[in-house]
């Protein structure tokens, strides 16, 4: 079976640390192989972002990413939905 696991940060660069780690220890452990993330708006973290590739996990950043990890990402061309939404 499939695990899933769920983080709020409040965009908290604090809390995503902590979440962070914790996440470490499971994909230490093997049993997390993947991570879908939003990263909050600073590159504080970026190194534990890059300590989780390193391991291993596959991740997927939403929104934000760090062009120095390799990963997928998800984001919206903000400037082309604002012009679509004044048409």
């Known amino acids: 079976g499939s695990r899933f ?3 709020d940060t409040g965009n908290s660069p604090e809390r995503e640390a902590e979440s962070l780690r914790r996440l ?5 452990r093997g049993t997390i192989r993947g991570i879908i993330a939003c990263p ?3 590159n504080i973290n970026e190194a ?3 300590q989780l590739a390193a391991a291993g ?10 062009a120095e990890i390799p990963a997928d990402r998800v984001s919206s ?3 082309s939905g604002a ?3 004044v048409q």
């Open 5 to 7: 696991l769920l983080y």
């Open 24 to 28: 470490q220890t499971f994909v230490a």
């Open 40 to 42: 909050v708006g600073s």
């Open 48 to 50: 534990a972002y890059a």
């Open 57 to 66: 996990c596959s991740l997927v950043f939403v929104d934000r990413y760090f």
């Open 77 to 79: 061309d903000n400037e």
């Open 83 to 85: 012009r679509k939404v």
